[in-house]
């Protein structure tokens, strides 16, 4: 990560200081890092800088993240919209989340768009909207927007470094990394390390957070997965290896919201697959979630054939019907097709 300039931090601590109301938000479908970059702001004003902060989520939590949630400052638009639009059109100040765009944040998008606020930005993802934004914090080369928002409040706070981060902040900082680099399995960069002993040092307990993350699965997902790799997953002599789930499947296997995370980074631990890429049926949509070895750009292929975009080697977006197939029935055909020359020589997909 380049360094942090002084001026922004300078200009971002005096927004803080100043702004009359403040909203933190972040994308829809909000992750591990989505949710925990937005608490770890909120405790941080809350308890270093006595602002009362509102966390505006477009939609729910998945509920392995139940453990962040605060018992008060969070707000899910989708069930309060009105609430979430009075709160943003009469924020001074809006600070935006692991989002590269405001199309990223949902039913919140028109709000942000109409509203006069300050706007921060602060990501990981290429290709920001700069120009939305009164000041941006854009970095490629972390491991997520908890990282770079650590490094952020050890800025702003100085000497006393990551000891002076408050407990519930440093807690949803380090969940937001582990749930981006899954583990310290993939973007993992010599700051992130950084980050982790700092935090560890201030007193995080990693060990509690692994086990809420990844021990306290139910039994129906592990299952679930058994039957997504067994009978689902599809594999492709030029190295993809695909798999769709319609929603009578999921369905079935009682999978609720956010369960099949991870399912997708299953198929690059085989030799052989250099890209993966998982639907998930959804109302008029497949939601899209694509892995891709080094050399193979996921972002790539998620901004010109689904929708979306992301990061280099991890990506997503979306698959409409009609529109971009004529029904849920042309999803396999569909991948067939636009990975194929993609594979073969990096060419654009047709
Ligand atoms: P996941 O597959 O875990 O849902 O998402 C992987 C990455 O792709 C994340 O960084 C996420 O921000 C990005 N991503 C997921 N869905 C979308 C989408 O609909 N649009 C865009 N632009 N990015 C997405
Ligand atoms: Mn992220």
Redesign the pocket.
């Given at each position: 990560m380049r360094m942090l300039e002084i001026n922004s931090l300078e200009k971002f601590r005096s927004l803080l200081g100043s702004a009359e109301d403040i909203c933190i938000v972040a994308?829809t479908?909000p992750?591990g890092d989505a949710a925990g970059s937005c608490l770890a702001l909120y405790h941080f004003l809350e308890r270093r800088m006595c602002v009362r902060p509102h966390v505006i989520l477009p939609d729910s939590l998945p509920s392995y993240l139940d453990f962040m949630i605060p018992e008060t400052g969070l707000l899910i638009a989708e069930s309060n919209i009105e609430a979430a639009r009075e709160l943003i059109s009469s924020a001074g100040l809006v600070v935006c989340m692991?989002?590269?765009s405001f199309n990223?944040s949902g039913c919140l998008e028109e709000m942000l768009r109409s509203s006069a606020a300050e706007k921060v930005l602060i990501d990981h993802?290429l290709n920001p909207s700069v120009s939305d934004f009164s000041l941006v914090f854009s970095e490629v080369d972390v491991s997520s927007t908890c990282e770079l928002l650590y490094f952020i409040l050890v800025g702003i706070i100085g000497d006393e470094g990551a000891a002076g981060i408050p407990e519930k902040a440093r807690t949803a900082l380090m969940t937001g990394m582990t749930t981006d680099t899954n583990n310290f399995a993939n973007s993992v960069f010599p700051g992130t390390f950084a980050m982790a002993s700092g935090l560890l040092s201030a007193g995080v307990d990693r060990d509690a957070i692994l086990s809420r993350l990844y021990n306290e699965y139910r039994e129906n997902r592990v299952r679930a997965m058994g039957y997504v790799l067994s009978d689902l997953l599809k594999i492709r002599d030029d190295g993809l290896a695909y798999f769709v789930l319609r929603r009578d499947d999921w369905k079935r296997l009682g999978l609720e919201d956010g369960e099949t995370?991870g399912f997708?980074n299953i198929p690059l631990g085989i030799g052989k697959v250099k890209l993966s890429v998982f639907l998930k049926e959804d109302d008029g949509f497949f939601r899209?979630?694509?892995r891709s070895k080094k050399g193979i750009s996921a972002n790539r292929l998620?901004r010109e054939c689904f929708?979306?975009?992301?990061?280099e080697c991890?990506?997503?977006?979306?698959l409409y019907w009609p529109g971009d197939i004529s029904s849920p029935d042309g999803a396999e055909e569909y991948i067939m097709n636009v990975t194929a020359r993609f594979l073969q020589n990096g060419l654009p997909v047709e």
């Open positions: 994308h479908h992750d692991d989002m590269n990223r993802h995370e997708v899209v979630s694509i998620a929708n979306g975009g992301g990061h991890a990506a997503g977006g979306r």
